[in-house]
């Protein structure tokens, strides 16, 4: 098992900037993928960035905007987000995929972004 545990998130006027973490603990030794994933008020949840052995995905929407990058000790991971958008007010859900590419999530952190 994994347990995640978010911080960061808020309110920002667009434009503004925003930084969230995660710190994974339990089982974490060989994790497959950590990354974030967020969910607005009446859409799917959808990816954010996610890096996966050493490769970073972004959503189209987020790229040139938004950086992924993982804790020297592996266990952490951070989003940072610049100029940003009404459109990216949502929940932000940290996403870590172990070694049998078992999926975990953390709480959820509300990011909301006014114009």
């Known amino acids: 098992q994994v347990q995640l545990v978010e911080s960061g998130g808020g309110l920002v006027q667009a434009g503004g900037s925003l930084r969230l973490s995660c710190a994974a603990s339990g089982s974490t030794s060989n994790i497959n993928a950590m990354g974030w994933y967020r969910q607005a008020p009446g859409k799917q949840r959808e990816l954010v960035a996610r890096l996966i052995h050493g490769n970073t995905v972004y959503a189209d929407s987020v790229k040139g905007r938004f950086t992924l990058s993982r804790g020297d000790a592996g266990n952490t991971v951070a989003l940072q987000m610049n100029s940003l958008k009404p459109e990216d007010t949502a929940v932000y859900y940290c996403?870590?995929?172990?070694?049998?590419?078992?999926?975990?999530w953390g709480q959820g952190t509300q990011v909301t972004v006014s114009s």
């Open positions: 996403n870590v995929a172990d070694s049998r590419w078992r999926d975990f």
